[in-house]
């Protein structure tokens, strides 16, 4: 019975041990250091670029604190991507600061065949003649040194950089789902802690929430309009940089960046709903279904069966009809093995260790969300009161 049972619980100490230690973090984001590049004499110019539609509630907050960047040449362009809220007020509201201009500029409609955010960065980055771009969310916040720190870590081998920063968690389905969303994307996106090149096109992976990239290699791929009908346009972003030959570096930078993606738990489930099939498809390829099913298993099998086997063999044995041992034993063991796992993964995200507690229920909130988003079959999305057909998009943008 020992072997049977140590069998038994094998798959869960697996998975303590790899959700606890098999997330490779990229490097930390480092204080800048010295003049850029001895032959340019200066620090390149940047342009800063906002996609933002019906961001009033975070816009002002953003681009105040990109205003304040401690960094010689830069200039941060707004586009208000038809917004039906004070967004491009708000925005033009703000303080030009250590800014060369900020600029707020109006969208235009949106053409057949693209996706909202692409379309407006690609309206924000046109005309361009700065030497770097960078690609931010509405909803981030970013430290005065963030921008001197970045260019800085974009030595002459790479192309492109992306950060990945603290995510603000304010309400309780934000704190239950979001660490358990993150970490799933750790586990698949594992070679996060060195520069990805042409090879590690299946593999690359950048934040949307920060891009910084070389102009000439932006342009070189065709800029947004390569990725213009991508709903995870950030992740076939990295993958047409790194297959063209680009280097993309990550780092973390919780110091330097935050973001506070969601603010309820129904806009977590509606923001992942729209991403995950979607994603699964573009990392996976034809096995993109496949782990969209995984997914499930995954949250339902390793991390809600057991505290619910458990729970209701305690129920059993008030009626007086116990379950058997073996079966309140693993189930016990997989429960605490589960909580020993989420406890550090949830402590990662700053999450008070009570979280932990209610991990089954994250997990479960994580099956909805990829039950839901494979139900649409990752071909209707719905976001800012916009309805998308993926498949028209796809036909439009390939």
């Not at 997989?334 to 796992?341: C, R």
Request: proline share 5%; glycine share 12%; hydrophobic share 45%.
């Amino acid at each position: 019975m020992t072997w049977t049972l140590a069998l038994a619980l094998l798959p869960w100490v697996v998975a303590l041990l790899v959700v606890t230690l098999g997330v490779r973090e990229p490097p930390a984001l480092r204080e800048a250091s010295g003049e850029r590049g001895p032959a340019a004499g200066r620090w390149p110019s940047v342009r800063i670029i906002v996609p933002a539609r019906d961001e009033a509630r975070s816009v002002g907050r953003c681009v105040g604190s990109l205003a304040e960047q401690d960094y010689p040449d830069f200039r941060i362009v707004v586009v208000d991507d038809r917004s039906t809220d004070e967004t491009a007020q708000l925005a033009r509201e703000v303080s030009r600061g250590n800014a060369k201009a900020i600029e707020v500029r109006a969208g235009a409609p949106l053409p057949p065949g693209w996706f909202g955010k692409p379309w407006a960065c690609a309206q924000g980055s046109a005309g361009a003649e700065e030497d770097l771009l960078l690609f931010t969310d509405a909803d981030t916040v970013h430290s005065p040194s963030a921008l001197l720190r970045s260019v800085s870590a974009l030595t002459d081998d790479l192309s492109a950089l992306s950060l990945l920063g603290r995510q603000e968690l304010g309400s309780v389905g934000e704190r239950l789902v979001q660490p358990q969303m993150f970490t799933i994307l750790g586990l698949r996106f594992r070679r996060m802690d060195r520069p990805l090149g042409r090879g590690d096109r299946g593999n690359a992976i950048a934040n949307g929430q920060y891009i910084l990239v070389r102009r000439a290699a932006y342009e070189g791929i065709g800029g947004h309009g390569a990725v213009r009908g991508e709903v995870a346009e950030d992740l076939r972003l990295a993958q047409e940089l790194t297959g063209a030959g680009h280097l993309l570096a990550l780092c973390r930078a919780d110091d330097a960046l935050s973001t506070r993606m969601y603010r309820s738990l129904g806009e977590v489930m509606n923001g992942w709903t729209k991403n995950v099939a979607i994603g699964a498809g573009q990392s996976a390829g034809r096995w993109g279904g496949i782990a969209l099913v995984g997914m499930v298993v995954y949250a339902l099998g390793l991390w809600v069966a057991p505290p619910v086997t458990l729970v209701s063999a305690a129920a059993l044995s008030l009626l007086d009809a116990p379950a058997s041992p073996a079966v309140l034993t693993w189930a016990l063991g997989a429960t605490l093995a589960g909580l020993a796992a989420w406890s550090v993964a949830y402590r990662r995200f700053d999450v008070s260790p009570f979280y932990a507690l209610l991990y089954p229920i994250g997990a479960a909130l994580v099956a909805a969300i990829a039950v839901r988003s494979g139900w649409r079959g990752g071909r209707r999305v719905e976001w800012k009161g916009r309805r998308y057909s993926v498949d028209e998009l796809t036909g439009e943008s390939r």
